[in-house]
């Protein structure tokens, strides 16, 4: 019988079933085993002799008892027919096509809007591999754990299999998964975010590695959800949740947590950053990586559009990525990036024609709309958009929704979910830079970090080396903001901006980051900007958006050697005149507020920043130390300066 088995497996996925076969299904597992020939419409190219490959899908069949097995194809009419399949059961909604061509509806379940943290875990051999930033379980307890709620969990559903590439097919940078998945709304969204198709398998030729991703909605339940990694089987196991950043495997899970574990072993980086290109007006496009926090703007970033007094002067930007950059050392010695993606998963409130028009270009057709509010004709809306409130409509919790609604302590009640999505490819994006799938990725001039700070940090600053700047880097820190639980304002440090995505212990990622900087001839500069300093009434000093060109237009200069810059205990900070501030509505005082170093502030955030050194214990490298003694020395020296 296994004999059996295996000739089955070699077919290729277009043979019928036949009469002998039928017989066969009949018995234990295989009628999952034979629909696995079955093939779905369009899915006739979809042939392997990936052995591993194809063991490891019985294997999962096996455990979770689908009905079906069909291979997503990357085709259009398979796209098709699973749109139209899910808009019957109802797991997607209809739009207005005349309003919305091409886009689709869908909306998650009430507890299962946004990444669960706590419930995203690390599994190494050894917990020292995986803590002090993440939650840890061992392989054998994961796979028991999860296996338990996998079981039998797809019957009377469909198992998708879809290969699918990060990175440009056959790129040095890109990296192979293939996830298996019984929702459609999933499958929907990979073949925007991802590359899928016969090519993922071609490349993948018959024992090429690849990343393991398995993903069950099973029930839902909070109680029942767990998004593992296995960075040492190259393996992810989530289960239990629909919302995009847990279940699109080849996003946060292999291009960040799994990806970064393979960095450090291969020597690149994995980094949760934006990557843009600024053409000035002789024609020159430089390229720059950003790492903010999730929700602290990369998309706007990445997309901005630059304010009429610099694009009257020629100045242009060009999009690349807006969430993942994975980076190389080329053979030009400078840092390349490429954007691992192809599609974007924004934020959709806040979205509108002043605070980011190519957004909303971009979302116009052909998107996927996440629980964001749906009227009863068809149409949708969320708040801080363009349009005013319909009169009533269903909210993303599937409640009926007016405007003007409050709980019972008098709260606003949101038609969209603050954290609702919209999913969309990135070549309908009007600045999208004609290299944003360059195998080779994009040359670096500067790295910038950056969160939410209303107090402290000055709107840019440059660090003195590439040491000092892994220093700011694994410093930064953001506020939580009233969206967020926790206390309002409180200071979260999220190194990188990846304390969520960052696949191994931290120390250890400082110490890549560091040698890494070691190996670059010609390293970017690294940065550090604020957007969100505020006034006295919580007012935003710096107009921001596209004015941000302003302060990249600064970073730039100084890559180039172009600009003076003022020394200051924290690292080098533009003068105001130094900035093009030309047609800008800022005064003097305010500028002067903003690039303001306050030694008394510092002072205090020297010694948060030794408790959350502290947290590092042995794996804290030497240089981060040596940085935080020179910031103290430097701080101490000023004070006495100024007496
Ligand atoms: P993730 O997709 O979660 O990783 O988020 P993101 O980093 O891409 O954030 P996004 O661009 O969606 O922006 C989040 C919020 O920041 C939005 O509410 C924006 O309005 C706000 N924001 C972005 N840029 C600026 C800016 O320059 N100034 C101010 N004041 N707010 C900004
Ligand atoms: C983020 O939270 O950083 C996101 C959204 O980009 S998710 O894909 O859900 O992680
Ligand atoms: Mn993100």
């Not at 091409?102 to 050894?126: M, W």
């Not at 020597?267 to 430089?286: D, R, S, T, Y």
């Not at 980011?356 to 964001?372: C, G, S, Y």
Request: with cysteine.
């Amino acid at each position: 019988m296994l004999f059996l088995i295996d000739i089955f497996f070699f077919m290729e996925y277009t043979i019928k079933v036949n009469k002998k076969s039928d017989t066969f299904c009949k018995l234990k597992f295989c009628k999952t085993l034979c629909s696995y020939h079955n093939t779905a419409r369009g899915a006739i190219n979809m042939k392997t002799n990936h052995k591993e490959l194809h063991n490891w899908i019985k294997e999962m069949a096996v455990m979770c008892q689908p009905d079906n097995v069909v291979w997503v194809d990357g085709s259009r009419e398979q796209k098709e027919s699973l749109e139209k399949e899910a808009l019957s059961t109802g797991e997607l909604m209809p739009l207005d096509q005349n309003k919305w061509p091409g886009c689709i509806y869908h909306r998650t379940a009430v507890n299962d809007v946004a990444r669960t943290e706590n419930l995203t875990y690390i599994c190494t051999k050894r917990k020292e591999d995986a803590l002090p930033n993440n939650n840890w379980m061992s392989p054998e307890e994961g796979y028991k754990k999860a296996g338990a709620i996998f079981k039998g969990s797809m019957k009377g559903r469909t198992m998708y299999v879809i290969p699918f590439s990060m990175g440009p097919i056959g790129s040095p940078f890109s990296k192979i998964g293939v996830e298996l998945t019984d929702s459609i709304y999933v499958v929907l969204n990979m073949l925007i975010m991802t590359r899928v198709g016969p090519e993922v398998l071609a490349e993948l030729g018959p024992d090429g590695e690849f990343t393991r991703g398995l993903h069950g909605k099973a029930d839902l339940d909070l109680e029942r959800r767990l998004i593992l990694h296995f960075p040492e089987d190259n393996t992810i196991w989530s289960v239990g949740s629909g919302y995009g950043g847990n279940v699109l495997l080849g996003k946060k899970c292999l291009a960040l947590r799994i990806a970064s574990w393979m960095a450090r072993n291969e020597g690149w980086l994995a980094e949760h950053m934006l990557i843009m290109g600024i053409e000035n007006p002789a024609g020159n496009v430089e390229y720059v990586a950003a790492a903010f926090p999730s929700a602290c703007g990369k998309t706007n970033l990445a997309m901005l559009v630059p304010p009429d007094f610099l694009k009257d002067q020629g100045y242009r930007v060009w999009t690349v990525g807006d969430d993942i950059a994975w980076l190389r050392i080329g053979d030009d010695g400078r840092l390349r990036a490429i954007n691992p993606e192809t599609g974007f998963f924004g934020v959709v409130p806040g979205t509108n024609a002043k605070s980011n028009p190519n957004a909303l270009e971009t979302i116009r057709k052909n998107t996927i709309f996440t629980n964001v509010l749906l009227t009863d004709d068809g149409d949708i809306w969320w708040e801080q958009g363009d349009d005013p409130p319909p009169p009533e409509g269903t909210a993303w919790d599937g409640t009926r929704w007016k405007p003007g609604l409050e709980d019972r302590n008098g709260n606003y009640i949101h038609g969209a979910h603050p954290n609702s999505r919209f999913t969309s490819p990135v070549t309908q994006c009007p600045s999208i830079s004609p290299e944003w799938d360059n195998p080779e990725g994009v040359p670096i001039s500067a790295l910038i970090f950056g969160g939410k700070r209303s107090k402290l940090a000055p709107l840019v600053y440059e660090s003195f080396s590439w040491q000092h700047g892994v220093f700011l880097g694994a410093t930064m820190a953001s506020e939580r903001t009233a969206a967020q639980y926790g206390k309002l304002g409180e200071v979260r440090r999220d190194p990188m901006a990846m304390l969520p995505f960052c696949g191994y212990n931290m120390g250890d990622y400082f110490s890549h980051w560091l040698k890494m900087g070691k190996r670059i001839k010609h390293p970017p500069r690294i940065f550090h900007v604020n957007w969100f300093r505020t006034d006295e009434n919580g007012n935003f000093l710096w107009p921001g958006f596209g004015e941000n060109l302003r302060v990249l237009k600064w970073i730039l200069d100084r890559t180039n050697g172009k600009k003076e810059a003022i020394k200051t205990p924290i690292g080098y900070l533009p003068s105001i005149n130094s900035l093009d501030l030309d047609g800008l509505d800022v005064t003097t005082a305010t500028m002067e507020r903003l690039v303001e170093v306050k030694i008394a502030d510092w002072e205090r955030e020297l010694q948060d920043i030794k408790k959350h050194f502290s947290q590092f214990g042995e794996k804290l490298p030497q240089e981060l130390r040596d940085e935080l003694h020179s910031l103290e020395r430097r701080l101490e020296k000023s004070r006495h300066a100024v007496g």
